[in-house]
């Protein structure tokens, strides 16, 4: 009995995280806010709209895949558990994934010194 709990509070749960995706893909598609796209520390890059399609798309893929498991089990029963567990745990996971390799890209790596003067002290 307690493990139905907890898949029925996962289900749940995805309805604000599809809301939250999808809202993101609406302000940077409609909107053309780019105040959030590819985020790293809180700040966007300084050419946010050169990555704004790819957060975009992204984030709608995300959103509608939630959305089409919420409507299939809520709606018409059509999963089973391990089914839309597997397609919503895949989909969180590689949607985290893809965000971070998106922000890490247009943020780019920068090797050595951190400091703004670059002076070095020993």
Same mark, same amino acid.
């Given at each position: ?5 907890? &898949? #029925?509070? !996962? ?7 599809? !809301? ?5 893909? #609406? ?7 780019? @105040? %959030? ?9 300084? &050419?946010? %709209? ?13 959103? $509608?895949?939630? $959305?089409?498991?919420? $409507? ?20 969180? #996971?590689?949607?985290?994934?893809? @965000?971070?390799?998106? @922000? ?8 050595? &010194?951190?400091?703004?003067?670059? %002076?070095?002290?020993?």
């Amino acid at each position: 009995m307690g493990i139905y709990i907890f &898949n #029925w509070f !996962f289900l749940l749960a995805l309805i604000p995280v599809a !809301f939250f995706w999808l809202r993101r893909a #609406w302000r940077i598609f409609f909107k053309r806010d780019f @105040s %959030e796209v590819a985020l790293k520390k809180g700040l966007p890059p300084p &050419n946010a %709209e050169q990555y704004a399609p790819y957060e975009m798309v992204i984030n709608f893929v995300g959103g $509608v895949v939630l $959305v089409g498991v919420l $409507v299939a089990v809520l709606g018409f029963q059509a999963l089973d558990r391990d089914d839309w567990m597997a397609i919503a745990g895949v989909t969180l #996971w590689m949607k985290i994934f893809a @965000s971070f390799a998106l @922000s890490r890209h247009a943020h780019g790596i920068h090797f050595g &010194n951190k400091k703004k003067g670059g %002076e070095n002290r020993a």
